[in-house]
């Protein structure tokens, strides 16, 4: 506890001291880390999860940081979509790797700075200090007590002391910042091929003679190593059951008055203006029009902006059914996360009243953006997607009891017919589609309607006789109860059971050798970008353009690679890859039909700004790989435990909750 917080602790502290070490000698007496800890409230708990150069990270800290950040979501979402325990625990011993570090090199953090620190902090608007008393009770409602609040303090200023020093002699120079801005702003035409063993396996044929062959060579390769089980299975449709279930207006409102301000955006209004390219050659000459109405615009008072934009909106932009009204959209827009690079996402990424200072090079045309107010969303607007929210979660809550009334039936009944055919009526569902059942499986397959899925593999692998019931299991739209048919043991496959995987096989392994000569033939015939389409497609292979793109970018079906941005960022206009590039499975051969060079005067204006985001950026790296390092070093040495049986004790505490469908993204402990 800081002596500048408080005199009038000193003797409470001792006394306090006093009875934490007699409390600590019971605790080593009676206790051990993970014994008994279920029966401690988890704030409370002082068992070790995990020890850093034996410092330990108890539960009542994991327990902690949980409750925070189900505080910051509003209780509305699982472990699982956190990440689990597990990636609370490996952020605080990183934390404490930081804090361990930071002291070994002499940057740790006096009481005096923690006090100042904190004192800052816990200010009035005056600038004085709050007190103790609303101090102390703030830090302990959240941390617990004030030492672990303070530690946190602690830790913060060796990180900064810490990072400071890593960083220091960390530079970059004009021409790295300026070819970073060439790399991410230039833009390129281009044409590609993927040469994929897919395509060319379609046309190769093998007999049957050359398929035994293979086969007679390669016995041991189809051999099955693991038994096979026939699974017939209970399923309860979650959806089905949600689709029954009657939710009034009232349970709507409530799921609507407690969403977060952000959810109860529609999104915001963005106005354009769109200059449409005629022929490639008017690119510089449409794209010197666009900039010159940016002058215009800001050129403009703040407060007439919006009008000005609007009137040349009217006046210039290419667009009928926007320019009409001013250039606005006829809906507000969001970000669409399943697309990358939207041309309207820069709208939303900027501040209220802001137009893009520089115009945008999209799909040939040019762009001018406006980002507007923010259009809230209204209760009937949310309403579908409320609805189908809280029927998927009460519907999974009904499902999962459902279900489990089916297990405990075909435990008694051994009979999965007779069992759909009592709760059929109660799940919305008819018996025929309840009952399913599996092609003979073994772990890693992909089971038909339910795919790859460990829950499932870990419900059957008990099952060893036929009749043999496996426990209620969530499964791909809802819950399934195994019960095992027959089972084969490990065994060297007949060449009927295994004739398609063969010619899979053998299709692949021949394509594969023909794929690469296949794409240097290609390659080897064009003479410019131009040529590209109509070699690959003569060679029995598709061929492909993208507009405007951009380093970085996922290009088609080539994918994202480095080696594709290397090959395009050094193709002038009109030039070919001489030599196929290799990415993954597959062979690219591509050409660029246009390049757009970077603004450099831009480049000028933004100069400080993006030598500092470099800076910040390479300061980072070196940062983590420094901390990574350590924290690498200390394992290998022993120094970082973590006791699993502590932990899997936390993971199989928490309920059992209804999956959602997306995870929020957020930083776990790493300051």
Known sequence: MLKQLSRLERTRSIIIVGFAVLMAVSLIVFYAPGRNSNNVEPARNTAAVAKVNGEEITVAEVSRLKDNYMQMFGGRVSMAQLGGYKRFVDGLIRNRVVSQEAVRLGLGASDAEVSDKIRKEFSDASGQFVGFERYKQSVTARYGDMETFERTKRDEIAQEKLRAFITAAVKVSDDEVQEDYKRTHSTFDVSYSVFSADKLAEKIQPSDEELKSYYNQHKDDFKINQPQKKIRYVFVDQAKFGEKLQISDKDLRGEFDRLSPENKQAGVKVQQIVLKVARKDLSAQVEQKAKDLIQKIYAASAETREKIFTDLARGNSEDPETAKSGGYLARAVRKNPNKVDAL?????????????????????????????????????????????????????????????????????TKDPQKVAEELAAEANMKPAEMVKETPFIKPGDDVPGIGSSQQFEAAVAPLNNPKDVGERTGVKGGFAIPMLVEKKEPRVPDFDEVKTNVAGILKQQRAQEQLEQKA?????????????????????????????????????????????????????????????????????????????????????????????????????????????????????????????????????????????PQRPQFPIPTR
């Open 344 to 412: 309207y996402d820069r709208a939303v990424d900027m501040q209220p009243g802001d137009v893009s200072d520089i115009p945008i090079r999209y799909a040939s045309n040019w762009y001018i953006l406006r980002r507007g107010e923010s259009v809230p969303k209204t209760f009937e607007e949310a309403k579908p997607e409320l609805l189908a929210s809280l029927r998927n979660r009460r519907g999974y809550a009904a499902a999962a009891k459902i279900a489990e009334r089916a297990h405990n039936r075909l435990n008694e």
């Open 520 to 660: 240097k033939e290609v390659a080897a015939s064009l003479h410019s970008a131009g040529d590209l389409k109509a070699a690959a497609e003569k060679a029995g292979f598709e061929a492909a353009t993208e507009e405007s793109y951009k380093l970085g970018s996922p290009l088609g079906k080539a994918g994202t690679s480095p080696a594709l941005d290397e090959a395009i960022y050094g193709l002038k206009t009109g030039e070919v890859t001489k030599t196929p590039l290799k990415i993954g499975d597959t062979f690219v051969v591509l050409g660029v039909t246009n390049r757009h060079e970077a603004d450099l005067a831009e480049f000028a204006k933004q100069r400080d700004q993006l030598t500092q985001t470099m800076l910040s950026a390479k300061q980072n790296q070196v940062y983590e790989d420094y901390i990574s390092a350590v924290q690498q070093r200390m394992k290998q040495d022993g120094k970082i435990k973590v006791y699993r049986d502590v932990l899997a004790s936390l993971e199989e505490s928490e309920p059992e909750v209804a999956p959602a």
